[in-house]
């Protein structure tokens, strides 16, 4: 190794070659163990709420399912399957990260009174319902303009 690291940044390129470029088929079970592991590390809440809250238990174990579903549905096959695992996995971090900041939206480490709560970052109620009286209908456009993409373009495209 010489003295401007080149032995260290050969390493890098390979490991990010491995990792990023070329990900094995069970890339996500080291990256969601050091998501976990950083997780807890950094945000101090996350310990407080889930041990306030035992059966808040349950949002990991969602996407530990969908983990464990993924790869044996796929290797099968079963798209649908595998669809659905890799949403209930990702259900279940996500769930699992609101839980644990909850009830804050943008938690301060720092200063635990100056993050941003669900309270005070809701808007007045009367603007809330002007805004759920536009979001009705542009989530029923969204949904029938999707049906009628899906149905249009239907089929499966080949490999």
């Given amino acids: 190794m010489n003295a401007g690291g080149g032995g260290q940044h050969c390493i890098f390129e390979q490991l990010v070659r491995l990792v990023i ?4 088929p069970f890339a996500e079970y080291p990256g969601t163990a050091a ?3 950083f997780s807890f590390r950094l ?11 035992p059966w808040g238990y349950v949002f990991p ?3 530990v399912a969908g983990l464990a579903g993924m790869h044996p549905y796929s ?5 649908l399957a595998t669809f ?4 209930l996995y990702l259900a279940g971090m996500l769930t699992s990260a609101t839980f644990g900041v909850f009830p804050y939206v943008l938690p301060s480490n720092t200063e635990p009174e ?7 970052a809701a808007a007045a109620p009367d603007r809330l319902y002007i805004g759920l009286a536009w979001w009705i209908p542009g989530m029923l456009l969204a949904v029938i303009y999707s ?3 899906y149905r249009h373009f239907a089929g499966k495209v080949s490999e």
Avoid: M
């Fill in 114 to 120: 100056a993050g941003l709560t669900i309270s005070n």
């Fill in 147 to 149: 049906i009628f993409v």
């Fill in 35 to 37: 998501i976990t592991f």
């Fill in 21 to 24: 470029h070329q990900p094995g």
């Fill in 75 to 79: 290797a099968r096959r079963r798209d």
């Fill in 43 to 53: 945000q101090p809440n996350l310990n407080t709420e889930f041990e306030l809250r």
């Fill in 61 to 63: 174990l969602l996407a």
């Fill in 84 to 87: 659905l695992s890799s949403c």
